[in-house]
């Protein structure tokens, strides 16, 4: 059973705290917790506005957001750990090598597709990777819901 998820990007700042917030909309009502952090987080930084402010476009209020870097002990509360990268993925093996089983891509029942990091990019970047990540957010939550 997975009761503790974990979302896993670079900074924290763009992808993990979207689709944090859309797998938390997505999983409510259930007692499925969702967190997320950064492998190189900007730690306290706030949510990216353009990533704000892409969520908003889409209609969500999501809550304050403060980016945390990844830890040992945070990977291994988690029950399932997903990442928006392949290379995010080795860099946690090789960090937490005992984690290898629980993690995946966030883009897994999408033919294993990575989410690009829309970082310091236009609005179109992020509107893009708000779109892999709702699709991949989607998948989890259905599957995830069944084995409840």
């Not at 993990?16 to 797998?23: F, G, K, N, T, V």
């Not at 009502?29 to 492998?39: E, H, M, Q």
Request: charged share 20%; aromatic share 4%; proline share 5%.
């Amino acid at each position: 059973m997975f009761d503790r998820i974990l979302i896993v990007c670079t900074g924290n700042i763009c992808r993990s705290p979207i689709a944090e917030h859309l797998l938390r909309e997505a999983l409510q009502g259930s007692d499925i917790a969702v967190s997320s952090a950064g492998l190189g987080a900007l730690v306290d930084h706030p949510i990216d506005c353009t990533a704000l402010a892409t969520l908003q476009h889409h209609g969500h209020r999501p809550p304050s957001h403060r980016a945390r870097q990844l830890t040992a002990e945070l990977a291994h509360e988690a029950d399932l750990i997903l990442t928006m990268e392949q290379g995010q993925i080795q860099s946690m093996i090789q960090r937490v090598p005992e984690t290898r089983g629980k993690i995946f891509l966030l883009g897994k029942w999408q033919s294993e597709q990575e989410i690009p990091d829309p970082y310091r990019q236009g609005p179109e970047a992020f509107e893009h990777s708000y779109g892999l990540i709702e699709r991949a957010v989607a998948s989890w939550a259905e599957r995830l819901l069944a084995r409840r």
